[in-house]
């Protein structure tokens, strides 16, 4: 007799991402691994009498989707912040900032995040002055979407000393106004660091709250797995604490951050870390680096001027402080991720990629780009010549060029073509792995999936960058896996693997596109156990 399961899924349409066998109707699972994966007749032979037998009325089950690239205790710490995601103008922004206020009347600074780059008419630049005329009584500052710029009212500039200008670090900027005084705009971490240092932090009592509302929103979203992208030994402690009390609901492989200034005996934390966490719930064994910024505030570095600006940008490490710090990050068995938007960046980080292979020898090594926004045509084939993976994010992508975003106009039509290019790396052989970004852009996968798959050329004759469900299904499920080391664990519905997986209302492979961003999971399991059901 075959063993019971804990939990049978049937009448459901089984997308596995196993190419052995793509789909099925109905999953046993047992304890934390997935039992059986077959017919329905063949499914009965796992029913005992303490089964619970759930009828998906011809859902799409789909393995637990992993997130690749994810914010997650930053994330969270936002959102009991001003949340500007619906701000679409300088009428908008004012109301959104009264009601917050409003609301919370003990709070000493507000702290807002999901600003918009061009918010006032005609790309007006956004002002001390105009944040003074909504909020002059507190300090207030307004974090861009992607988190690289900030706007700050002459309060808070005050308090951070930085009213008449401050020195910053490497590609910052405190941008300043033709009276000599600081604008309000503040590119880049180093630029208004000064003043994020003052606004009082959370006590561990809130940050655990803020954690729990972060991983219920993941859960329901049908999220199993994150890379955490921000990550040290302190966040990690706080996951295991998590885990330890039985609230995790999610797996996490985090990288762990490297600065500039960090010094090469700091990797060797990385590597003490990834001895320390290296089970299925947590895990640990990679490093993360900023290349360079971001196209919108000009900080990402670019081959050639922008094309609005005499600039191309700038880079966190030269190229020989880069290649040591990957080298030795490798010589101690390390996964490598690197933030590079410009194809600058993202050259500068293959030619390290290549010269560490070459002085380290040959192994399984797995090392990433994160985002790749512009890709030069002559290191598109890098990827797979390299086996390097590339981490992307659908939603990062504009949807038109004339929209309300700036990003098609900064780098300018003759590099739209080689701009999110995820058809042309993966037809170049690069393995693509998927994520959002969260904070940065919603952290919904379903609507990452449907701009994979509803993405248009921004003008004729330029090829299409768009996916086929199944291309990005895999972004999120089985290339995710690999990315983190983990295609024999999860990524697929498969006896033996972790019993991790999302299901969704109706037959999802025949939803039309345009109305995938719309659909909600019914219920998400980790490690056997519903973590959300609706």
């Not at 300088?90 to 600003?115: D, F, P």
């Not at 990690?236 to 500039?260: D, T």
Request: aromatic fraction near 8%.
């Amino acid at each position: 007799m075959p063993p019971s399961a804990d939990i049978l899924f049937e009448n459901v349409n089984v997308t596995t991402q196993d190419p052995e066998r793509a789909t099925a109707e109905a999953v046993a699972v047992q304890g934390g691994q997935i039992l059986f994966v077959g017919s329905l007749e063949e499914a009965s032979a796992f029913s005992g009498a303490a089964t619970r037998r759930i009828d998906g009325q011809h859902g799409t089950l789909l393995p637990g989707l992993i997130d690749s690239h994810f914010h997650l205790l930053t994330g969270s710490l936002t959102l009991e912040d001003l949340l500007l995601n619906s701000a679409f103008d300088g009428e908008s922004l004012g109301r959104a900032i009264r009601v917050y206020t409003e609301r919370y009347l003990e709070k000493e600074w507000v702290v807002g995040h999901g600003l918009r780059y061009n918010i006032l008419p005609g790309r007006q630049p956004l002002t001390r002055q105009f944040l003074d005329a909504l909020l002059p009584d507190k300090p207030l500052i307004l974090m861009a979407y992607d988190v690289h710029t900030a706007w700050a009212n002459t309060a808070a500039l005050k308090r951070g000393g930085l009213l008449h200008g401050g020195s910053g670090s490497p590609n910052s900027e405190v941008v300043m106004a033709a009276d000599g005084t600081t604008s309000g705009e503040l590119r880049e971490g180093g630029a208004y660091r000064p003043i994020l240092d003052l606004i009082p932090t959370p006590d561990d009592a809130a940050i655990d709250r803020l954690l729990k509302k972060g991983l219920a929103q993941a859960a329901a979203l049908g999220i199993t797995s994150i890379h955490n992208m921000d990550g040290d030994a302190v966040q990690m402690a706080r996951y295991r604490s998590l885990l330890e009390n039985g609230e995790l609901s999610l797996r996490v492989y985090l990288p762990y951050s490297v600065r500039p200034e960090a010094p090469a005996e700091a990797l060797q934390e990385a590597a003490d870390l990834a001895r320390q966490y290296s089970g299925d719930w947590l895990r640990a064994g990679a490093v993360k680096f900023f290349m360079d910024g971001v196209i919108e505030s000009y900080t990402a570095l670019m081959l050639e001027d922008y094309a609005d600006r005499s600039t191309r940008g700038d880079a966190n490490f030269s190229a020989e402080h880069f290649t040591r710090m990957a080298q030795e990050a490798d010589r101690l068995g390390l996964q490598i991720f690197v933030h590079a938007i410009g194809d600058a960046a993202v050259r500068r980080t293959l030619d390290a990629y290549e010269a560490v292979a070459s002085a380290n020898g040959p192994r399984d090594r797995r090392h990433r780009v994160e985002h790749i926004e512009v890709v030069h045509p002559d290191d598109v084939p890098r990827f797979a010549e390299l086996g390097v993976i590339a981490s992307m994010q659908p939603l990062h992508a504009p949807e038109r060029a004339d929209g309300w975003d700036i990003w098609p106009a900064r780098v300018g039509p003759e590099r739209w073509p080689f701009s999110f290019a995820w058809r042309t790396l993966q037809q170049a052989g690069a393995r693509l792995a998927f994520g959002s970004d969260w904070p940065v852009v919603s952290q919904d996968p379903l609507q990452g999936i449907a701009s994979a798959l509803n993405r248009r050329a921004w003008a004729a004759g330029q090829p299409e960058q768009c996916l086929m469900l199944a291309e990005a299904l895999n972004g999120y499920t089985r290339a995710a896996a690999y990315a983190e080391f983990q295609e024999d664990r999860k990524g697929m519905l498969k006896p033996g693997y972790l019993a991790d997986l999302v299901l969704l209302p109706g037959d999802t492979l025949a939803t039309p596109p345009e109305q995938l961003a719309g659909l909600r999971p019914a219920l998400t399991m980790v490690d056997g156990r519903i973590v959300y059901e609706s």
